[in-house]
């Protein structure tokens, strides 16, 4: 069944008083995204509906796509989004913006914001759109989209800020302006964040960042995507972008608007490396959230092109057509964290190494602890033991060991007046092996 009360009934979307996570009015807003960057432009209206009302009943809120990708941009009809490939004039003769209105409209009535990218980054770095059409183009948005309950903006586009700074600016200021109660953001490049270049800007809400999609070994590549010597490539650590945004002020909500894509190639470019999989992409959400992420998005592949195998052989080494990778597990298994958090009062937690009383192990060792004064979650990629001080928790705790491919909870008995204890992960049998432990304040003190 579909959940018909949409998040905005509640309350506009905007910053909560802490400055780390959404709310609608009072009610914390979990942002569980998915990427479908070419929907406008490859899909016809009944399979937008068929994509839409897939995710909203897995639980997703947000759906990133971009309104002019590709270039030149047509859609599935073959019309044209602009006139004589000018940013400064729509094409409305066609059926391209029409579409694009509508499919908004049924994000709208399922109880979806759509993050609108105005332009992929590269349309933007080779001066496409630029700071003499931007204005036309811009007043053409406000106009269609300025007034709506479910868009979010984001300018970018997997480009670094600094590629065409004052036209970001430009693109996010004018948003922002136009756009009453919608919020701002910064699509940025692999292993970036917003906040380099645009953390201060008055129009950026909430900073993204773009974990990327490659193993901690694949650092130098393609020399346009050299990120050997950027100080701020973390790997596969994602939550160390969540970290490294959390310590600017003034504090601003952050979130991995691309981590790594189920089912896409390891590092993108070369056929003969492995994919990645389901448990990557659960490991890459939790290590984020359990930092202080404000939520995260999940990507697929095929789902991000929407791939068809009449279109020939696609990017990045996709083997699925969209609507067999719609099912993939990974997309299933993200709103077993949003249904997570939801359950206790994240948005007044905190990431706590500290309670971490074994060593922190590194990369996949690691060991993630988020708790909140009644609440303590914790994720082992590798489904290793560990050890928590838990003297400053409640005297009596239910303990659950979550699985994060079903969801399903496995009550592991209360923990009275405990100062220090070791927990074993359950054994899954052969395969991985990531569980969730969650301690909360025991709702009853019966002890059977």
């Known amino acids: 069944m579909i959940d018909t009360k949409k998040p905005w009934e509640k309350g506009p979307l905007c910053v909560s008083s802490n400055g780390r996570y959404l709310v609608n009015g009072e009610t914390p807003f979990f942002w569980l995204g998915d990427t479908a960057w070419l929907m406008f432009s490859h899909l016809t209206e009944k399979e937008a509906c068929e994509y839409l009302r897939n995710r909203k009943e897995k639980g997703y809120n947000v759906i990133q796509s971009t309104l002019i990708h590709e270039w030149p941009q047509k859609n599935i009809d073959g019309c044209n989004a602009l006139v004589d490939e000018d940013f400064a004039a729509c094409d409305l003769v066609g059926n391209y913006w029409t579409r694009t209105e509508a499919m908004v409209d049924m994000a709208e009535k399922l109880g979806l914001y759509m993050a609108l990218l105005p332009a992929w980054g590269g349309n933007v770095a080779r001066g496409y759109l630029n700071l003499e059409n931007a204005d036309a183009y811009l007043d053409f948005l406000i106009e269609r989209f300025g007034s709506r309950p479910n868009i979010i903006w984001l300018a970018g586009g997997d480009v670094k800020g600094d590629a065409a700074p004052e036209v970001f600016r430009r693109i996010g200021s004018r948003l922002k302006e ?21 953390h201060n800007e008055d129009w950026l809400d909430f900073n993204m960042f773009q974990s990327g999609h490659r193993r901690y070994d694949q650092l130098v590549m393609q020399s346009w995507d050299d990120n050997g010597k950027n100080p701020d490539n973390y790997g596969e650590d994602n939550w160390k972008y969540v970290k490294r945004d959390h310590g600017m002020l003034p504090m601003k909500p952050t979130v991995d608007g691309e981590p790594s894509y189920e089912q896409v190639l390891q590092g993108l470019h070369d056929k003969t490396q492995g994919y990645w999989q389901s448990w990557d992409v659960r490991r890459y959400a939790y290590w984020s959230v359990l930092e202080g992420a404000m939520g995260h998005t999940y990507g697929d592949n095929s789902i991000m092109q929407f791939y068809n195998r009449r279109d020939g052989e696609g990017a ?83 303990a659950y060991w979550m699985d994060p491919e079903t969801g399903v909870y496995s009550f592991a008995g209360q923990l009275i007046n405990q100062k220090e204890m070791e927990f074993y992960p359950p054994f899954k049998g052969e395969g991985h092996g990531d569980w969730v432990l969650v301690l909360t304040e025991a709702k009853s003190y019966d002890i059977v």
């Open 178 to 198: 136009g756009c009453k109660g919608q919020l701002v953001g910064f699509h940025p490049f692999g292993r970036t964040s917003s906040s380099i270049w645009f």
């Open 316 to 398: 990045f080494g996709v083997k699925q057509e969209w609507k067999e990778a719609i099912h993939n597990a990974g997309s299933s298994q993200m709103m077993h964290l949003k249904n997570l958090m939801e359950r206790v009062d994240y948005q007044n937690g905190l990431p706590s190494d500290h309670l971490l009383v074994s060593v922190q192990g590194e990369k996949y060792e690691r060991v993630s602890v988020f708790a909140g004064k009644d609440f303590m979650i914790c994720y082992a990629y590798l489904g290793q033991p560990f050890t928590l001080e838990l003297s400053s928790h409640p005297k009596i705790l239910d």
